[in-house]
């Protein structure tokens, strides 16, 4: 019951919070002088083409830029009629990408679950990867196990994203016969899903994923050795042992459940930080995710596409941190009896 | 009669150096109780914890053999393998620790901690397991089995935990428990319970106890034999009433010369009629105000402090003494106006004689600067309160430094003459605190307090995180320069002994109220309040013929609402403070 509230609480306060950013995000994306089409429109002036300069005065009226910018914000979320009456975010009307020529919605619409698959598997790979090592790494501290997977950890940290991306490329098409870039084979884009398009997508995911994934599996690695060894200096692993647990056992069901904490706490950073970091990793790798879109759109001030992304990342972000702060309630009771004693 | 654990020429070391254990050997027999006393890097810890292989992974086990008496003769427990000394843990040989409030792990329930024993030893056969675990609470004390097998450790007070530990060691019916400092870390009432529950427990099953103690009073109440260990040797070995009664070893001596004791003679020292306060305090109050779990939950009020009334003297000592949660420390942060009082209070300060009185409630800036200089704080724990990145130069001449005093060079001919004030000398100067004992540290952080030239010092128990031999020195330094600088002392403590030495008057406090008040030769010879008698009850003598009196102290130690009629406190009624004889206040209904 308790839970239940917690979880509602937190709800509304994530929903206040997506209020903020959407303002932050409307703000910062409007900061710079001038818009996509008035820049069209300068452009166009200058080389003397009347024809598109009234196409982009139409769209300007349509989507209200001509208006001032906390309207122009109220119309973009869908809390003020636009032109077009209520068409905003809320209504699911993700606005028109100028860049592109096409609505938000149809650039973004199959990119954005390649992004979240893309990264979940990255997710998976750091949790997968840095809990049995940094285990490891602890429980045989200071020995050749410790040192050997720091220095391997080491070197993910050091070797920048898209050098081992090639590298891996390269290696892995030659020995494994890897497919190099892309997400799928060209054949399956377009097609409905099958079984042999979710092969092709699995075996076009290994290499992405571990690209994205190395260096946050190695610096959650470091993380989780540390916080273990800390842990394990601890009275109450003394009082284990002297019960009589197996050195094994009391590892596991003590310091490692404390030593969990920051580990599940780290959902939520990790999930935008991946996003943002396998920008450069999906323009390299051709990877059909939002991270090459975000950057276009960026660079050109196309303003409802970068807000679009921007403002899906966020809900990421939010949704992450939402996620690992249920899951640390449930996991402490510390945390879940916090305003009880 | 064969002994149960044989200890036999032990020696332990870490790395090259040379051993910290060196050649230790004891012995207990079934149902006996063996303390091993000794002041921190005796090597009593790590002696006891040799026996059970626990040892801390740098620590080698140089020479020496551990026999354990079992059904089919002894075993030597250096050679068992690991997966046998697992099952001796826990099952045959038990342990608790100092520390009740981190030897838990708070993140499962109490039940589960302790019903884990029976389990890892294959006693685990259903129902009856929990049982035996509920009639184990039951058997420590609490009074609801069922609710603490469900709660976590943080729900649980400090003494509460320690009787969960017990638990937990006598579940599996033990024949050995070695208990390691168990109520070090407790209030005095508290720990006389907890003694009181180990012996009765002991007198149950016959189990033998070994306890690593550096308390002599302790000693006196619990043990048949003693062995003494300093700087990894023992000292002297025998029986309690041997060693107790006339020791033989020059160090066995020195201990017991510092031992903390009331003392014995009465003098009546009059109380002036005309009494000059340092600092007042009057109808002084604290509450502090919790938000509730969730923002439409209601706020609830702690009331830390209610209705104080009392003043340090000019170059005299206030002692202040009660349990955690009594609100001793919230006083100490008043007086330093470091912590505001509710609305109504008047605390009065006055530098000197003949100078006018600021309220600390109402400074202004420049008031308030002024006071800083003339009021300073001596910490309880030595090796927190210096920054371990500062020389000991930096740390002194900080204060003057913060308050523009002085050029660089009268700063440090000030910090070495404090130096020398303190016992210390000049070339420690350069120094950075690890290079300090806990009794130096905290003489450093006596002649930091004293490198603005205070008149008022606030000692939030300067003591009790010190050894015994060490604790007697720094008492003593702090009695000289009080004396030759004519300060004015508020002594924050939990311990009567202690403040028996150095105080001039003594307010003993209870849930944010002082109880009792008067000079020490009145509340030690002849408290009234019974939770003044039940704290000087409760505390340990070294003397076998004078054994804690648990009566005493369970009728004076438990929740106020249960003393007798006239003393009682109910929610926010308590009786008034009468004055019962010269300067002797007690909370009673007349």
Known sequence: MAMIRFAIFRLITMLATLLVVSVLVFTIINLPPGDYLSNQINELRATGQQSGIAKAEFLRQEYALDRPLWEQYLIWMGFAPGPNGFAGMLQGEFGWSFEFDRPVSEIVGGALWLTVLVNLAAILFVYAVALPLGVLAAARAKTWVDYTSAFVGYLGLATPNFLLALILFYYGNRYLNLPIGGLMDPKFEGQPMSFEKMMSVLVHLIIPTFVIGTSGAAAMMQRLRANLLDELGKPYVETARAKGMSESRMLVKYPLRVAFNPFVADIGTLLPAMVSGSVLVSVVLGLQTIGPVLLTSLKSQDQFLSAFVLMFVALLTLIGTLVSDLLLALLDPRIRFGGRS | ?590
Not at chain 2, 39 to 66: D, H, M, Y
Not at chain 2, 272 to 292: C, E, H, P, W
Not at chain 2, 380 to 406: F, W
Not at chain 2, 442 to 471: K, N, Y
């Open chain 2, 1 to 590: 009669m064969t002994a149960l654990l044989k200890v036999e020429g032990l020696t332990i070391g870490f790395g090259k150096a040379p051993p910290v254990v060196n050649d230790v050997s004891f012995s207990v027999e079934k149902g006996e109780t063996l303390a091993l006393v000794g002041e921190s890097g005796s090597g009593k810890t790590l002696s006891c914890r040799a026996a059970l292989r626990i040892l801390p992974a740098a620590a080698q086990i140089r020479a020496g053999s551990v026999t354990l008496a079992g059904e089919n003769g002894p075993l030597n427990l250096m050679d068992l393998s690991e997966r046998r000394m697992c099952d001796i843990r826990g099952n045959r040989v038990s342990m608790i620790f100092q520390e009740p409030m981190r030897s838990l792990s708070p993140l499962h329930r109490i039940g589960n901690q302790v019903i884990e024993v029976l389990r890892l030893h294959g006693e685990d056969n259903g129902r009856d397991a929990k049982k035996r675990v509920l009639d184990t609470f039951d058997r420590v004390g609490f009074k609801d089995p069922e609710r603490i097998y469900r709660s976590y450790p943080f729900e649980l007070s400090g003494g509460m935990r320690q009787r969960a530990m017990i638990a937990m060691a006598i579940v599996g019916k033990p024949d050995l428990l070695i208990a390691d400092e168990p109520t070090t870390a407790l209030d005095v009432t508290t720990q006389a319970q907890v003694l009181g529950l180990i012996k009765d427990i002991q007198k149950d099953t016959g189990m033998a106890v070994v306890l690593v103690t550096h308390d002599l009073g302790v000693v006196a109440n619990m043990a048949d034999r003693v062995t003494v260990m300093n700087r990894g040797r023992v000292m002297e070995a025998g029986t309690a009433q041997q060693i107790l009664g006339d020791p033989q070893h020059g160090y066995t001596r020195d201990l017991f010369a510092a031992a903390p004791k009331i003392p014995e003679a009465t003098e009546d020292k009059a109380l002036d009629a005309d009494r000059d306060f340092i600092l007042q305090m009057k109808n002084v109050s604290k509450t502090y105000t919790l938000k509730g779990s969730a923002p439409w939950h209601p706020k609830t009020h702690v009331y830390a402090v209610r209705g104080i009334e009392f003043g340090v003297e000019r170059g005299k000592t206030l002692a202040v003494v009660g349990e955690s949660g009594s609100g001793k420390t919230t006083c100490a942060r008043m007086a330093l106006g470091a912590e505001r009082a509710d609305p109504g209070a008047s605390i009065l300060f006055k530098p000197d004689t003949h100078a006018e009185a600021v309220d600390l409630q109402h400074l202004n800036n420049a008031e308030r600067l002024d006071f800083q200089r003339n009021a300073q704080m001596v910490f309880q724990d030595p090796y927190s309160t210096l920054n371990p990145r500062m020389r000991v130069k930096e740390a002194l001449c900080e204060p003057m430094d913060i308050h523009g005093i002085g050029t660089a060079a009268e700063r440090t001919d000030r910090a070495v003459e404090m130096l020398r004030w303190v016992g210390l000398s000049e070339n420690m100067l350069t120094r950075y605190p690890h290079a300090f004992s806990g009794g130096q540290r905290q003489r450093l952080s006596i002649a930091r307090a004293l490198m603005l030239g205070p008149t008022f010092l606030v000692c939030d128990e300067p003591t009790s995180a010190l050894d015994v031999s060490v604790q007697e020195q720094v008492l003593q330094l702090l009695e000289e320069i009080r004396d030759q600088m004519n300060l004015s002392y508020l002594f924050i403590s939990h311990d009567l002994a202690v403040v028996a030495r150095i105080a001039d008057e003594v307010a003993v406090m209870r849930g944010g109220l002082v109880v009792e008040q008067g000079p020490p030769e009145a509340l030690f010879y002849d408290p009234k309040h019974p939770y003044t008698r039940a704290l000087l009850a409760a505390q340990p003598e070294p003397d076998i013929n004078r054994p804690i009196d648990l009566n005493v102290v369970s009728q004076g130690a438990g929740d106020p609402s249960t003393w007798p009629e006239q003393f009682r406190f109910d929610g926010q009624h308590a009786p008034p403070l009468t004055e019962t004889g010269p300067g002797h206040m007690v909370r009673f209904y007349d």
